[in-house]
């Protein structure tokens, strides 16, 4: 009698503890000590260094606290997202664009970062036609580097019919290229600069050459948890667009920032930060529509959100 006693209280305080755990996203942010806290996922890339800056450059006074949720892949992330399981997210921009026409209503306040995706290739590729018939790997199909491959291939004539391209997990592309399992690889950083500054591999293209200033990654919210704390998502993406301003006034900040949130060595990461730019975050109309008119090329999207449903300036101004 005691056991089945002791199994109902187990029972009932485990329902409460679930119970208080779980706040619905809309609710208007409790603050404890002055401070309110934002729940922000993300992938341990350079792409989130804004990010990571942010959290860097919190103050104990300041009226943010920004709590950083580390997610091991883009599906598992764009759950929690979708879910209310975070406000927001860093996060590549068109998984967040998909998700907003299937009627998720995610905004996006700032991008991540501009350019810092190359086509990497084995030593064995020395031209693009060298790719025919072989495998290359991306992270997802919604993404600026599927984008990318496809913008080299139709300027060597070329479709991703000519050869194998398939999805894998990041960490993994280094060491594919290097074993033989691929051929080449486009991917957020530092993966790229791995292989480079093992030898393993070497830059094909990149963006700069095949979609100047282009937009990947960005900072998005949970459109619920916007409704009822759109001022707690302003003055966090206030420090977010300041800690954009600090790493391009202060570049040797960056690697220093990048090694607390990030596995690579620091020969990788000097590479992989000269590729990349954190200044103007802001994901302006002519750029979004350029990542939507690449996106309906490549049947990645049906109906596109407007600019002014996808994005809120008005959490950056």
């Known amino acids: 009698m005691k ?3 002791l199994i109902c209280l187990l029972l009932v305080s485990t329902g409460l503890l679930l119970a208080g755990c779980s706040v619905e996203p809309s609710a208007p942010r409790a603050a404890e000590n002055g401070t309110r806290t934002i729940r922000i996922a993300y992938l341990p890339i350079t792409h989130a260094l804004p990010l990571f800056t942010a959290k860097e450059l919190e103050t104990s006074d300041g009226p943010v606290r920004i709590e950083l949720i580390k997610y091991g892949s883009w599906p598992e992330l764009m759950d929690a997202l979708n879910t209310g399981k975070v406000d927001g997210a860093s996060v590549l921009v068109e ?3 998909k998700a907003r026409e299937q009627g998720i209503p995610i905004r996006a ?5 501009k350019d810092g995706n190359a086509i990497i290739v084995g030593n064995d590729i020395h031209r693009v036609e060298d790719l025919r018939g072989k495998i ?8 600026s580097h599927k984008l990318l491959l496809d913008a080299l291939l139709a300027e060597h004539g070329m479709t991703e019919r000519d050869l194998t391209v398939v999805e894998m997990s990041p960490p993994e592309m280094p060491a594919g290229l290097a074993q033989g399992q691929i051929a080449g690889y486009c991917v957020a950083e530092p993966f790229g600069a791995k292989s480079v500054v093992l030898g393993t591999g070497s ?3 990149d963006t700069r050459e095949l979609w100047p200033d282009s937009v990947c990654c960005a900072l998005v919210f949970n459109g619920d ?3 009822g704390n759109h001022e707690l998502a302003h003055e966090m993406v206030q420090e977010y667009k300041q800690a954009g301003i600090y ?3 202060h570049p040797e900040k960056q690697k220093e920032i990048a090694l607390k949130y990030l596995k690579a060595k620091g020969r ?7 590729w990349i730019s954190y200044a103007d975050l802001a994901l302006t109309k002519p750029a979004y529509d350029e990542l939507i008119r690449r996106m309906q090329e490549e049947s990645l999207l049906h109906t596109a959100p407007s600019y002014e449903e996808f994005v809120d300036p008005s959490l950056l101004e």
């Open 225 to 227: 948890f916007l409704k």
């Open 203 to 205: 830059v094909l293209s």
């Open 109 to 113: 306040a700032a991008l991540g970062h």
């Open 136 to 143: 290359f790997a991306i992270p997802h199909k919604q993404s």
């Open 3 to 5: 056991k089945i006693i």
């Open 247 to 249: 790493l391009t006034q």
């Open 95 to 97: 998984l967040a664009v």
């Open 268 to 274: 990788i990461l000097d590479l992989s930060l000269q």
